[in-house]
């Protein structure tokens, strides 16, 4: 199976600044990986697919990148509303495994 | 409106058996691949099973192998986890979400498909306690 791992395990930082999640795949994924939002345990809502692509709905501060076996997932200039957990999940091989997860907290 | 609930959540002894069902509306739902996902209390998220459109294939973490059973009615816009054995870890909010496959073109070309899970339902609870 392939291992999905994520740092930081958690982030404090401010309205406004810009932060990057980092997600690596034990072998290569290509680029087929999912970012997922999850707020205070509620259904977790999709962000990006195939490592770049913004799904409808999502503001442009948010973007995706990556390949291979190493993926970003930045958000510039924080709201109030992006605080929150977020996932990765390869969708290359199933069991389409998730990152642990990033906890995004208010500093 | 896109909509998935799932529903046959409760409390369980280790051993026994539930059923979790999923009702989907609003969209093809035999066009769709078909996910369920859990979360135990205050862990990450984690990837049960899938389902491919007709029913014919389907694929499990190995945590769920030979203890869980993934099917589908499409007739009844319906997708099920049949869950036996079911142990303490087995305790979590249990997702269905829609399986999407997109294929992203740039001009002239178009890549393979690509999975994502990008609708989901509220979940429901399953508790394994004696």
């Known amino acids: 199976d392939i291992q999905m791992t994520q740092s930081p395990s958690s982030l404090s930082a401010s309205i406004g600044d810009r932060v990057t999640i980092t997600c690596r795949a034990s072998q290569s994924i290509n680029n087929h990986l999912n970012w997922y939002q999850q707020k205070s345990r509620k259904a977790p809502k999709l962000l990006v697919s195939a490592a770049s692509n913004l799904e409808d709905g999502v503001p442009s501060r948010f973007s995706g990148g990556g390949s291979g076996t190493h993926f970003t997932l930045t958000i510039n200039s924080l709201q109030p509303e992006d605080f929150a957990t977020y996932y990765c999940q390869q969708s290359s091989v199933s069991p389409r495994t998730f990152g642990p997860g990033t906890k995004l907290e208010i500093k | 409106e896109v909509k998935l609930v799932e529903s046959g959540g409760g409390l369980v002894q280790p051993g026994g058996s539930l059923r979790v069902s999923c009702e989907v509306s609003g969209f093809p739902f035999r066009s769709y691949w078909m996910s369920w996902v859990r979360q135990a209390p205050g862990q990450g998220l984690e990837w049960v099973a899938n389902?491919?459109?007709?029913?014919?294939?389907?694929y499990y973490v190995d945590s769920a192998k030979g203890r869980f059973t993934i099917s589908r009615d499409n007739a009844q816009n319906s997708l099920f986890l049949q869950m036996s054995s079911l142990r303490v870890e087995d305790t979590a909010v249990y997702y269905c979400?829609?399986?999407?496959?997109?294929?992203?073109?740039?001009?002239?070309?178009?890549?393979?498909?690509?999975?994502?899970?990008?609708?989901w339902g509220e979940g429901t609870t399953v508790t394994v306690s004696s």
């Open positions: 979400a829609r399986d999407r496959a997109k294929m992203y073109c740039n001009g002239t070309s178009c890549s393979s498909l690509y999975y994502s899970l990008d609708v």
């Open positions: 389902i491919n459109k007709d029913g014919s294939e389907t």
